[in-house]
């Protein structure tokens, strides 16, 4: 059973950078296509990036483009989210989210295609 944590926040300064990972600890196996959202406050959530099944495919939302980069590490089994030049507008909880298909080439960001979802990281960003 597919079950994630993500982890990696924290209360960083503008400029700073962080990278989020999600984990799934239900030890499966298989690639899936995985994305990272996130939801401030008050707002509706927003797509940020995702990853495809195969692992050679990645979307990333113009707003964040060139500052957000997503990656999986086949080692650690996670996908994660390097963040750069963080902004007090980056202020969000950051939730990772599965497919549950068995192939995804091109990922999606839509959140309704996702199957399985974490609990969030809070991620803060303040001077």
């Known amino acids: 059973q597919v079950q994630l944590v993500e982890s990696g926040g924290g209360l960083v300064s503008p400029g700073e950078s962080l990278r989020l990972s999600c984990r799934d600890t239900g030890a499966t196996s298989r690639l899936r296509a995985t994305a990272w959202f996130r939801q401030a406050p008050g707002q509706k959530r927003e797509a940020l990036s995702c990853?495809?099944?195969?692992?050679?495919?990645?979307f990333t939302a113009e707003s964040v483009r060139g500052r957000f980069t997503i990656s999986r590490d086949s080692v650690k089994n996670t996908v994660d989210l390097q963040i750069t030049n963080l902004k007090p507008e980056d202020t969000a909880t950051y939730y990772c989210?599965?497919?549950?298909?068995?192939?995804?080439?091109?990922?999606?960001?839509?959140?309704?295609?996702?199957?399985?979802w974490g609990q969030g990281t809070q991620v803060t960003v303040s001077s």
């Open positions: 989210a599965v497919e549950d298909r068995p192939v995804v080439y091109s990922c999606s960001m839509r959140d309704g295609l996702y199957d399985y």
């Open positions: 990853i495809n099944s195969n692992d050679d495919g990645t």
